[in-house]
């Protein structure tokens, strides 16, 4: 089993800038992926960013390139996400995801919410315009 607990978000205006981060515990020596997803409401969760646990290898949605920066400490299994440039469209429920299942990654895609078999309970990020 694998905890995570995310910590930060809040409000902020457009064009400010937020962090998330996520502290991962139990057999976090299962973990192959850990990433970012969010959901607004109606609609559903998307990948933001996700960063290969261990070799640091990532990846980021389209929408988030060039403002989003992922990253992993991985003494204090810890993930972040540091948010630059936000916009109203980024007002979300963000959530931190680990997969211990390398297939699945590899079957569904990396940034897809099916491929993640643990979840943490979500922070709040607002952006006001």
């Known amino acids: 089993q694998v905890q995570l607990v995310e910590s930060g978000g809040g409000s902020v205006q457009a064009g400010g800038s937020l962090s998330v981060s996520c502290v991962a515990s139990?057999?976090?020596?299962?973990?192959?992926?850990m990433g970012w997803f969010r959901q607004a409401p109606g609609k559903e969760r998307e990948g933001v960013a996700v960063v290969r646990y261990g070799t640091g290898g990532t990846t980021y949605a389209t929408f988030v390139k060039g403002r989003f920066t992922i990253s992993q400490d991985n003494a204090k299994n810890t993930l972040y996400l540091h948010m630059n440039s936000l916009k109203p469209e980024d007002n979300a429920m963000y959530y931190c995801?680990?997969?211990?299942?390398?297939?699945?990654?590899?079957?569904?895609?990396?940034?897809?919410?099916?491929?993640?078999?643990?979840w943490g309970q979500g922070t709040q990020v607002t952006v006001s315009s």
């Open positions: 139990g057999y976090t020596y299962n973990i192959e992926y």
């Open positions: 995801a680990a997969s211990t299942q390398w297939r699945n990654v590899q079957r569904l895609g990396v940034l897809n919410p099916g491929a993640y078999n643990y």
